[in-house]
């Protein structure tokens, strides 16, 4: 069954506190993004990787960083640097030929 | 810099009804146009896109049309159904760094019985 994973659904982190999303796909795609998406709004781009081993920043990378080691693999890491970190998390994967996105079912980050 | 702006924000329809959804892009290199719907605490669906060699596309009762000239595009839902309720999202593909999907800020459409 291909598709894209994200885990955990819902995570819930104090103030100050590094937490990692994870992101596997299985869909054989060279490109992986990360979006934040807040309440009422659209989804920013944090970080996309084309290759592995190589990523570039997007609109709202501050706070944020990313690791491409694998080509199924793209954690984002939200760090204590990040002041606003409570959103709803989207990672996607794409060929880098078509554009299209395909979207995991995302991470709802809280922080207490 | 690479934007795209969609408009309205809000969008009221009765049943029945058309409902259009207009989007802008700042770059006139991009040449793919997706649309995707997502429902409350859902991720977001592809429902239709575009490419910059054509000028319209139907898919059942959605269809999309592109103005490169103008460089907008625009989502056309007619005989509209609550189950269309959702907040829709365009897209533009932007080449710079490899390629990346830039998102309008979404359009709530609630369509009344």
């Known amino acids: 069954d291909g598709g894209i994973t994200q885990s955990p659904k819902y995570l819930f982190r104090k103030e100050g506190q590094n937490v990692t999303l994870s992101c596997e796909q299985n869909?054989?795609?060279?490109?992986m993004y990360w979006y934040r998406q807040d309440p009422g709004q659209g989804l920013r781009l944090i970080y996309y990787s084309q290759i592995v081993n190589d990523f570039q920043k997007g609109d709202i990378a501050e706070g944020y960083s990313v690791s491409r080691e694998k080509k199924e693999s793209f954690p984002l890491t939200v760090t204590s640097a990040q002041k606003n970190p409570t959103a709803f998390y989207l990672c996607?994967?794409?060929?880098?030929?078509?554009?299209?996105?395909?979207f995991g079912e995302g991470s709802r980050l809280t922080v207490l | 810099g690479e934007n795209v702006e969609q408009h309205p924000s809000t969008l009221s329809v009765q049943e029945g009804d058309s409902a259009v959804i207009k989007c802008t892009y700042s770059?006139?290199?991009?040449?793919?146009f997706p649309w995707y719907k997502q429902e409350l605490g859902k991720r977001p669906q592809l429902i239709i896109d575009i490419r910059s060699n054509v000028g319209e596309k139907k898919d059942q009762r959605i269809a999309v049309t592109l103005n490169k000239t103008a460089k907008h595009f625009s989502l056309h839902i007619t005989e509209t159904q609550p189950e269309d309720s959702a907040v829709y999202f365009c897209a533009a593909h932007f080449y710079n760094q490899g390629g990346k999907l830039i998102f309008g800020q979404g359009t709530e459409l609630s369509v009344k019985p």
């Open positions: 869909l054989n795609h060279d490109a």
């Open positions: 996607a994967s794409s060929t880098v030929y078509t554009g299209e996105l395909f």
């Open positions: 770059d006139s290199a991009s040449n793919y």
